[in-house]
């Protein structure tokens, strides 16, 4: 006799959420979690929970800000502008993603000037 393996609730909501996505409704648990987890320093888990939202949720430009956010913390400034460049192109007033690419642009003209001056 097979025994049937029951799925836990965290399984159940994850099928839930890929069956209901693309939803502006959806993602918004997770983007929670990130930021709190970013307040840990815990970037790469938030990492995730941030990717989850947006895939979830491809309609809000916060959550590819705040990822932006957290790829500038683990010092991927590339694919941190690039992210705030799509929060920018949903929400042409997005904060967040402004500064990003600000600080990130800074961090490019120092590269820039240390290598010269070598």
Request: hydrophobic residues 40%; positive net charge.
């Amino acid at each position: 006799m097979v025994k049937k393996k029951r799925k836990g609730t965290a399984e159940k909501n994850e099928l839930r959420e890929e069956l209901l996505r693309p939803s502006r409704h959806l993602g918004y648990d997770r983007d929670i979690l990130g930021l709190h987890l970013m307040r840990r320093e815990a970037y790469l888990i938030a990492e995730s929970q941030f990717r989850r939202a947006i895939w979830l949720n491809p309609f809000e430009p916060l959550f590819k800000a705040h990822l932006a956010v957290c790829l500038y913390e683990l010092h991927h400034y590339s694919e941190a502008k690039d992210w705030a460049g799509k929060a920018l192109e949903q929400d042409s007033q997005n904060e967040v993603a402004f500064r990003i690419i600000h600080f990130v642009e800074q961090m490019e003209i120092k590269k820039d000037l240390k290598t010269k001056s070598n």
